[in-house]
């Protein structure tokens, strides 16, 4: 057995054969060294979420209100076609970690990555040109906040193809370790975001003052710069314009168009499953009165924060496990997986101590000081709590689950998803808010136990697949 880990250097990245402490230290290197960039990106990413969210607060509480639903149904609509564009970096790792001078076929995934947006957009756009607003209706909701809602998904719906065509060109260069571009992408974009709602929702540098529609015509511009700019990106970065990723773009390859969405499905319920918890527990908490709607906000938005880093460590593992399965590297996969593993519960047990260590400080920032807001203080401390206890379980369940996208294994995760949040987690969270009477602090209860059971299965899946190969 030897110590020294040996570096397969390819245009792809750095993958890690060999043995010993030295092979899994290098191994953590490059899985840093490409999660760092994507951690950044996925902060960028929320904060022009942020200052959508700042910019329509300062315009009106209607305003706001009804781009907090429109953005809803458009999330809903964002993630039933992103399942497909999320099985673009794994196919690719695959790939690469198989024939590494394999253009053609990388060319070939990123060329139906496209092809998946086309197809999943057009009937994205008319459910949310036409039906936000009688599904609102619907939800009882009131008809002026139905009405904002459409016209916001109205206009906000024709940059949804722009952001799906961003996540290909995205997973397309992280799968061949270049994550820096989407990161300066990203950058740019707030910017762009920034100077378009500053001038649209308040009518500032010339344009009309536009309010809710502003923010919806400046979000679908921002998408439409980002993608642009990736493209732009892409064909003038050597180490991505040689696979000519738009060459023969007509021609349709229909095993990977087959692939993509065999895969993708799977995928984007996964994500669905655990979004939509967290969102229906937004509207149970309204239902309990708005002090506990506010510190659920609150609560909720901490560990929003917090999860972007798993998350980009997750996507990074993903083209890690994906390069040493392509290879049929079994030992690779296991360190690639579990040195994942580990450094996503590393920082996440940091966040636990210092959020349990400063609920009321950190409470206090989303709040003014009256005295109404010391009772929302008092709450959002008791969840933050709850936040804290449940952060390496949080951290775990994304890292598994996306190190498993790695191996391809995507049906599986999707049934531990379902099963997880809404076979264990809803029916504690309705036990303990409504059968022993706890309201928000069951909810909060139950999510966590929910993400337990995902964190403990997930991680289990993955030991079980490593183990055969």
Same mark, same amino acid.
């Given at each position: ?57 300062h ?25 497909p ?8 790792a ?7 001078s ?13 092809w ?30 139905a ?9 906000l719906?024709f ?15 992280t799968?061949?370790?270049r994550?820096k ?10 910017l762009?975001? &920034? %100077?378009?709602?500053?001038? #649209?929702?308040? *009518?500032? $540098? @010339? ?8 923010? =919806? /015509?400046?979000?679908?511009c ?22 000519r ?8 390859h229909?095993e ?20 939509m &918890? %967290?969102?229906?527990?937004? #509207?149970?908490? *309204?239902? $309990? @009165? ?8 609150? =609560? /909720? ?9 798993p ?35 590393c ?21 003014? *000081? ?39 294994d ?11 949040y ?18 928000g ?10 993400l ?6 997930m ?11």
């Amino acid at each position: 057995m030897t110590d020294i880990a040996e570096l397969d250097l390819t245009h792809a990245g750095a993958r890690v054969t060999g043995h010993g402490l030295d092979a899994w230290m290098a191994e953590i290197r490059e899985l840093l060294k490409l999660a760092g960039p994507l951690v950044v990106t996925q902060l960028a990413q929320m904060a022009i979420m942020t200052t959508d969210v700042l910019m329509l607060g300062h315009y009106s509480n209607t305003a706001l209100a009804s781009a907090q639903m429109g953005n809803t149904a458009f999330f809903f609509c964002w993630i039933l076609g992103c399942g497909p564009v999320a099985a673009v970096s794994p196919m690719i790792a695959h790939i690469l970690g198989a024939r590494p001078s394999d253009r053609a076929g990388v060319r070939a995934v990123v060329r139906m990555g496209f092809w998946s947006v086309i197809i999943t957009s057009i009937p994205l756009i008319v459910l949310l040109s036409f039906f936000v607003k009688p599904a609102m209706l619907a939800f009882h909701e009131a008809p002026e906040l139905a009405r904002g809602a459409a016209t916001f998904t109205g206009v906000l719906c024709f940059g949804l193809p722009f952001s799906l065509g961003y996540q290909v060109l995205r997973n397309y260069s992280t799968a061949l370790s270049r994550p820096k571009a989407s990161l300066w992408v990203m950058l740019a974009a707030i910017l762009f975001n &920034l %100077f378009g709602d500053y001038a #649209l929702i308040f *009518g500032h $540098f @010339g344009a009309p003052r536009l309010g809710i529609l502003g923010s =919806a /015509l400046a979000s679908t511009c921002s998408y439409a710069f980002s993608f642009l700019s990736m493209l732009a990106v892409v064909h003038l970065m050597p180490g991505l314009s040689k696979y000519r990723i738009l060459r023969r773009f007509f021609r349709v390859h229909w095993e990977k168009l087959g692939e993509v969405f065999r895969l993708g499905a799977p995928i984007g319920f996964t994500m669905m499953f655990e979004a939509m &918890l %967290f969102n229906v527990s937004m #509207l149970v908490m *309204g239902a $309990f @009165g708005t002090v506990y709607a506010v510190a659920h906000t609150i =609560a /909720l938005n901490v560990p929003s924060i917090t999860f972007m880093v798993p998350l980009g460590i997750g996507m990074a593992a993903t083209v890690r496990v994906g390069l040493a399965a392509g290879a049929r590297d079994g030992e690779a996969v296991r360190r690639a997986g579990y040195g994942a593993m580990l450094a996503g519960a590393c920082f996440m047990a940091a966040m636990s101590v210092l959020i349990w260590s400063f609920p009321e400080t950190i409470a206090r920032l989303y709040v003014d *000081g009256g005295a109404q807001d010391a009772v929302v203080v008092g709450m959002a401390v008791v969840f933050l709590h709850v936040v804290a206890a449940f952060q390496i379980f949080d951290g775990l369940q994304v890292v598994s689950a996306l190190s498993l996208r790695g191996l391809k294994d995507a049906n599986a995760p999707m049934w531990i998803a379902g099963g997880s949040y809404w076979l264990a987690g809803a029916p504690m969270c309705a036990w303990l808010a409504f059968g022993l009477h706890m309201k928000g602090l069951g909810i909060w209860i139950g999510l966590a136990f929910g993400l337990l059971v995902a964190a403990a299965a997930m991680t289990a899946r993955f030991w079980f697949l490593s183990r055969e190969r």
